[in-house]
């Protein structure tokens, strides 16, 4: 059920009652606080606050010692009705998830002027393996597929079934494998996906579970490796919303692999370019975008460098109220 709070510090202390209620054993607890919503830095900031005040002084930074009681990981996203807030508590061998929606009233009004756009993400998919790519499909019978591009094969997972397969991507003689891999996933039509990758172009049937057919590798050319942290990546998209000139981007950080990083919407002005949409953090490198924004959602992978996984996002916009 939704939070009954008035104040995002009272739905921050109500959650660290419930980890707190979970979290049976005594001593230090590791916590880790991503932001995955439209929430400001300053908000986030007093959400972490308040709920570390409330677990009295047991949250401790995730480079401790390694004796914690469990280690908490919060996540602070949303969805079109509510703020989404998920705390996954790791304590020996049992792992516990809590889910809370909070009220978009206990977001305090922004007195600055709005801007045109507005970016919102959700996570769908978080784990060991390095991932290029990542969707969500569903098999001609109906049931949910989760399918993954590594860079030397497909997973379709199949969460219905609880079931999964793996696809190896042959290797293309001509195809120079580059130190960063790169590659996507698009639907070519309601049973197909096509694969672009470094080893090969491939399309895959959701049928069969198996290659219909991969690129010759007469005149094949390498796909080229992934983006250079230090320069950013930047995607043009279409949502105009108010914006008066220019072609709006999708932009990342211009930071190392080893710093976090965010996303936000910039237009190009006479003197450089302009924000024109929230920013949204990650707790690390964002390794890929893929594909443009039309309305609809996009896909970014990224490192998360506190746990280690990769993590797949859902990535969408809007027009500003």
């Known amino acids: 059920m939704a939070a009954r709070s008035d104040t995002l510090e009272d739905s921050a202390r109500e959650l660290a009652r419930k980890i707190d209620a979970v979290v ?5 607890v590791s916590c880790d606080i991503r932001n995955a919503s439209t929430l400001d830095l300053d908000d986030v900031a007093r959400i972490e606050q308040a709920l570390k005040t409330e677990l009295q002084g047991r949250c401790v930074g995730t480079q401790a010692s390694g004796s914690e009681a469990a ?10 009705e509510s703020l989404v807030w998920t705390a996954e508590i790791h304590q020996g061998a049992a792992d516990r998830e809590i889910l809370q929606l909070v009220p978009r009233s206990t977001v305090p009004p922004r007195s600055s ?3 045109p756009l507005v970016l919102a993400v959700e996570r769908f998919w978080e784990g060991p393996e390095r991932i290029l790519d990542a969707t969500i499909a569903a098999s001609p019978t109906g049931e949910q597929l989760l399918v ?6 497909v997973l379709i997972r199949n969460v219905t079934k ?3 397969r793996r696809i190896d991507i042959p290797l293309a003689i001509s195809t120079s494998i580059s130190r960063e891999p790169s590659g996507s ?9 096509d694969i672009k990758s470094d080893r090969r172009d491939c399309t895959v049937s959701l049928s069969t579970l198996a290659f219909v057919n991969c690129a010759s590798d007469q005149g094949e050319k390498p796909v080229s490796g992934g983006a250079n942290r230090t320069e950013g990546q930047v995607v043009p998209i279409s949502a105009n919303c108010g914006v008066a000139k220019g072609i709006p981007s999708l932009v990342t950080g211009t930071g190392d692999d080893t710093q976090p990083d965010f996303v936000e ?3 190009p002005q006479n003197l450089g370019s ?4 929230n920013r949204i953090d990650f707790p690390g490198p964002v390794l890929a975008v893929h594909g443009g924004i039309s309305g609809e959602s996009t896909n970014l992978i990224a490192k998360n460098l506190h746990t280690g996984n990769y993590e797949a996002y859902r990535l969408s916009i809007s027009c500003g109220q």
């Open 162 to 164: 609880d079931s999964e």
């Open 71 to 80: 280690n908490v990981a919060v996540t602070l996203s949303e969805n079109v």
């Open 265 to 267: 919407v910039v237009v």
């Open 185 to 193: 996933l698009s639907r070519q039509d309601g049973n197909l996906i």
């Open 148 to 153: 993954l591009l590594l860079p030397d094969a």
């Open 274 to 277: 302009a924000v024109a949409s």
């Open 24 to 28: 049976t054993t005594q001593g230090e």
């Open 113 to 115: 002027e709005r801007l």
